[in-house]
């Protein structure tokens, strides 16, 4: 629109820029549907939701800038099953998730008791954690 100033940058773009990162106008578009991702999403999620709005980007400039940006720390890659990547800005904080085998849903969440027993274990173990992570994989329950 004329006159209407450009959106703020997006999270993954503030952090692709201190991280060194060129920022085309491709790469600024996949890092706002990122951003705004309340989800997981694999690549081709990520292509369908940034083609829908500019038709110019391509899958394969898709894949370069997921591996660029997992390559720079920005996102995380993970397997909840299903034989597709999908992934986590890495800037999300400590999470844990539990993925719903039927519909691929997956939730986040936090458990300051998981995260004690986890790193007992460790200690116990003569370990230090440096990175905790849990996945459970279930399927939801009718309640009755």
Known sequence: MPGHASPDPSRIERLCIERGLKMTGQRRLIARVLSEAEDHPDVEELYRRASALDSRVSV???YRTVRLLEEKGILERRDFGGGRARFDPADRGHHHHLIDVD????IEFQDASHD?????IAER???EPV???LEIFGRKVARK
């Open 131 to 133: 990175q905790m992570r």
């Open 125 to 127: 173990l003569g370990f």
């Open 116 to 120: 004690a027993i986890a790193r007992a």
């Open 103 to 106: 519909s691929g849903t997956v």
């Open 60 to 62: 394969a400039t898709v």
